[in-house]
């Protein structure tokens, strides 16, 4: 393995861990000796990696460091293009722009090899099938959704039915030909999805929602048994 390979992967190691880990165990799963892994830790410190730690105690990565795009492998950034790529395709424009203006970034600060290769990537994604059709601001839904707090909607049904409801949001789901709002729905009592483009007005309230944002999206997932099947509004 490439000395900066290795950097990468000790990286990526001490990412995956949110507690000291011994230098024996990072070593063993690294396949490499205790003294090289020494050498490599002290290097990535030199070079600002925030790893606090010593022999005998063990070794963690501060979040505050953050891995440049610079340190990506090429499958990682091909990965990441093809990410992008179908973000383009089938997100709100907001959200599309934001990809775009990531990506532009990254680009920026490749070397020529790594661009030029990335830029003529055969990895490609289909033809839209999704219509930009929602008359509401989906960046209002998903800042609710990271604020965890709760949303008033005007939802029209699939029979043409309008209703008013107050619903906790937690996910919001981009499919190839529908983009679907997540939540708890408080008329219902229950999970409910909502097709964006029937969604009349979308108004975020300051109420907090009272449960975590993680537990509801856990038992929503718990009652998914097929997620292509969704339940009826």
Do not use: N
């Not at 309008?162 to 008329?187: H, K, N, T």
């Not at 048994?225 to 009826?232: F, I």
């Amino acid at each position: 393995m490439a000395r900066a390979e290795r950097l990468l992967s000790l990286l990526q190691v001490l990412r995956r861990h949110k507690r000291p880990v011994s230098g024996a165990r990072l070593a063993e799963e690294l396949g490499i000796s205790i003294r090289t892994l020494y050498r490599d830790i002290a290097s990535l410190q030199a070079q600002g990696a925030d790893i606090e730690g010593e022999p005998g105690v063990g070794y963690v990565l501060r979040p505050s460091f953050m891995l440049p795009p610079l340190m990506f492998s090429q499958a990682e950034l091909e990965a990441l293009l093809l990410g992008f790529r179908w973000v383009e395709k089938f997100a709100d424009e907001p959200v599309t722009k934001a990809a775009a203006d990531a990506m532009a970034k990254i680009s920026a600060v490749l070397p020529d090899s790594l661009k030029d290769s990335l830029e003529s990537t055969a990895l490609r994604v289909g033809p839209r099938l999704i219509q930009d059709a929602e008359v509401v601001d989906l960046g209002i839904a998903r800042t609710a959704i990271r604020l965890q707090r709760k949303l008033h909607i005007r939802y029209v049904d699939g029979a043409g039915q309008s209703s008013e409801r107050v619903i906790w949001p937690f996910a919001l789901g981009y499919f190839q030909q529908v983009r679907i709002l997540v939540g708890w729905c408080e008329r219902k009592e229950d999970f409910r999805h909502f097709q964006t483009d029937r969604i009349q007005v979308l108004l975020s309230l300051e109420e907090p929602y009272p449960r975590h944002r993680a537990d509801l999206f856990a038992q929503w997932r718990a009652t998914q048994s097929d997620l292509r099947g969704l339940p009826d509004i």
